[in-house]
């Protein structure tokens, strides 16, 4: 099977040069290391099987890309600086066209380039793995951690009727193993994912367990090899004819429905016995964790519910937890963008308030306690409107 | 699809191997029918038709998957180069060939094309040039020449208004990555002869690892030229006194005057930049 094996030799994870530090703790493994989250996830990548990155210097993700500008030739793998986002983002087309495990990276602006490709890439069904390790906007914005990029990798990013899948990670542990998972999800269902990490996630530096996982390989039976002993293969987004494109996005219709289904993920904490509760994803639900303890600490009962999952948004779990809360609480670094499908899930069974920050700027967790405390007493026992004071 | 050859007979032209026999979608008389049949005559005599991978531009020749027999990615808009570049860091046994027209190459591809000449990569790149944007109507490119007249420049390009013709195979000939470049056409029968040798020689490059090999076409287009095909070939002659055929670089034959570009110490039969990117 040629098609899914590319000519690079692929690593396992007791290959590595002692030389990284990562890699000589995993032939020991389950060592804790402090890592940049940046190098954390190149690591991850590469112990998951990376057959190829493409990058370009940006500020907050560039560890990322030194990483493997180091790494990826000590493994035998393909690494290269391109000339701009949108060079990064066709290489890791034209590779992933061919069944290669392809990552690249970037931060917001270079995002926005590598929309055009994303789209492609989505119409195409080529899977490759995209790291945006958001900083301030919009424009050239800022140099600090941001959520702001959410509308973008979760809305739609370039043109056309398409999803991908985006996931959240709120460590970098979390982070590392949500690598080798976006790989799996990229495979499995034929599409580009996201990882939407920020500032803080890629610059902090953590103790973090070198865990790590290498998806099984699939078997593609339409990357491209050379046609020797078959029929061409094309790997295309064109489909001139309104009939045929109709019948194309019927067909990534049905199958963005199934990885809504099937791929939904989140996580709750002190929710059990909550009446109030944070909805805050990746950086924002470390600040929000520290909150609900001290909401806790006050006497409210607060939990945390952090959508892993962007797209498909948790919707379903949302809905339910809005059943037996009096209210919700948004927390994102930017002007307030999750809150919208927040609200969307919940169809205005309860109050969902916001709170959030922008421009690189991160809310502490006391401004985080003191809207809950708003939210609390706005919340409040739902009253019968029927008969009361016109 | 064979024909059965009568006893006695010899077949003296026939449809290559990996010419696909179809119809094509392009209009009556234009170029890109002529380049398709190189194309396919150069890799089918190079044994390479199960090895290729090649990449599909953005404009006219965005079909040729449904006329060239070959494994085909389709390409963004100005994107072949950089394609192409990631076939060929993860497939190195592959036979890589973008193709590309002036508007996809010239225009809004310029920074793909450069980076991947400058990187030296070992692909092959046509480059087919008919001086206008076909597809969407007969729009100025940037190859398009001085006083030509299309829907874009409809008093005819000026140099103080739309600037100058771009010659972008010279251009990428002083990139020391560049094993090989140069232009043919298919204004005539010993022309089209030419750029299929042309076309030959790149690929045989390519099969060398010897660096990034560009070969350009001059071709005609009829409906956005305005013209009958018979007088699109005699404006080609034209177009052909400015954009002139021949080899411009061939570094892997002779050493050739160091460019300006390249490092005084690197001789010009060396091996090229991209060479470290071969086996990757």
Same mark, same amino acid.
């Given at each position: ?24 703790? &995993? ?12 190098? @954390?996830?190149?690591?991850? =990548? ?41 060079? &990064? ?27 055009? =490709? ?161 909805? @805050? ?33 948790? $919707?379903? &779990? ?15 670094? $930017? ?56 | ?280």
């Amino acid at each position: 099977m040629t098609a899914t094996m590319p000519a690079a030799p692929r690593a396992t994870g007791g290959t590595a040069p002692a030389t990284a530090p990562a890699a000589h703790a &995993a032939r020991h493994r389950v060592q804790r290391v402090l890592m940049k989250g940046n190098e @954390a996830m190149a690591e991850a =990548a590469i112990q998951a099987g990376c057959d190829a990155y493409f990058g370009y210097p940006i500020t907050p993700q560039a560890e990322l890309l030194e990483w493997m500008a180091k790494r990826m030739p000590e493994e035998g793998r393909a690494f290269v600086q391109a000339e701009s986002e949108l060079g &990064a983002i066709n290489m890791a087309l034209g590779a992933a066209a061919t069944g290669a495990r392809v990552l690249v990276s970037s931060s917001s602006p270079g995002i926005s380039l590598m929309a055009e =490709a994303m789209s492609y890439m989505a119409g195409s069904e080529v899977p490759v793995v995209l790291i945006n390790v958001m900083r301030g906007g919009p424009g050239l914005g800022s140099i600090g951690p941001s959520q702001s990029d959410y509308f973008q990798a979760v809305k739609g990013h370039g043109h056309g009727d398409y999803r991908v899948p985006v996931l959240a990670p709120a460590s970098i542990t979390e982070a590392m193993a949500l690598v080798a998972d976006a790989f799996e999800l990229a495979e499995r269902y034929r599409t580009p994912v996201i990882i939407l990490a920020d500032g803080i996630l890629g610059q902090a530096m953590e103790p973090v367990e070198l865990r790590f996982r290498t998806p099984e390989r699939v078997d593609f039976d339409w990357a491209l090899s050379g046609a020797d002993g078959r029929p061409p293969r094309v790997v295309r987004s064109l489909h001139l004819k309104p009939e045929d494109l109709e019948v194309h996005n019927r067909h990534l219709q049905a199958k963005f429905a199934a990885i809504a289904g099937r791929e939904v993920r989140s996580a709750g904490e002190h929710l059990e016995d909550a009446d109030l509760a944070i909805v @805050a994803y990746g950086t924002a639900a470390r600040v929000a964790r520290t909150a609900v303890a001290r909401a806790r600490e006050a006497g409210l009962r607060v939990g945390l519910f952090r959508p892993i999952t962007l797209w498909p948004f948790p $919707s379903g &779990a949302l809905a339910e937890l809005a059943g037996r809360v009096r209210g919700l609480l948004v927390v994102e670094l $930017s002007a307030g963008q999750m809150v919208e499908d927040v609200r969307l899930a919940v169809e205005g069974r309860v109050p969902v308030a916001f709170d959030g920050r922008t421009g690189g700027m991160v809310p502490t967790p006391g401004e985080v306690l003191a809207a809950l405390r708003a939210l609390d007493e706005t919340a409040g026992p739902r009253r019968a409107v029927e008969g009361g004071a016109r | 699809m064979s024909v059965a050859i009568p006893p006695g007979a010899r077949l003296i032209f026939g449809r290559p191997e990996l010419l696909v026999d179809r119809t094509t979608s392009y209009c009556p008389g234009c170029g890109h029918g002529v380049v398709h049949r190189l194309v396919a005559e150069v890799l089918g005599e190079l044994g390479l038709g199960g090895k290729t991978i090649a990449v599909a531009p953005v404009g006219c020749a965005v079909f040729a998957y449904e006329y060239i027999a070959v494994d085909f990615v389709e390409a963004p808009h100005g994107r072949a180069p950089a394609v192409g570049t990631g076939i060929r860091r993860v497939r190195p046994d592959a036979f890589v060939l973008t193709y590309q027209g002036d508007g996809d190459l010239a225009a809004i591809g310029t920074a793909e094309i450069v980076h991947a000449a400058a990187r030296g990569e070992n692909i092959t790149a046509v480059f087919v040039n008919n001086g206008i944007y076909g597809m969407t109507g007969g729009q100025m490119a940037p190859t398009t020449l001085i006083g030509q007249r299309s829907t874009s420049s409809p008093g005819g390009r000026e140099a103080g208004l739309h600037g100058y013709p771009v010659p972008m195979t010279e251009m990428l000939a002083i990139l020391p990555g560049v094993v090989f470049a140069a232009r043919g056409s298919v204004v005539d029968a010993p022309s089209i002869g030419r750029a299929k040798a042309y076309l030959r020689r790149a690929a045989e490059l390519q099969l060398a690892r010897k660096g990034f090999a560009i070969v350009e076409i001059l071709s005609n287009c009829p409906v956005g030229w305005g013209m009958t095909p018979q007088a699109s070939i005699e404006r080609l002659k034209e177009v052909a006194t400015v954009y002139k055929p021949g080899v411009i670089v061939d570094r892997a034959k002779e050493p050739a005057p160091a460019p300006a570009a390249a490092p005084a110490a690197a001789p010009a039969d060396a091996e090229p930049a991209g060479e470290p990117a071969a086996g990757r």
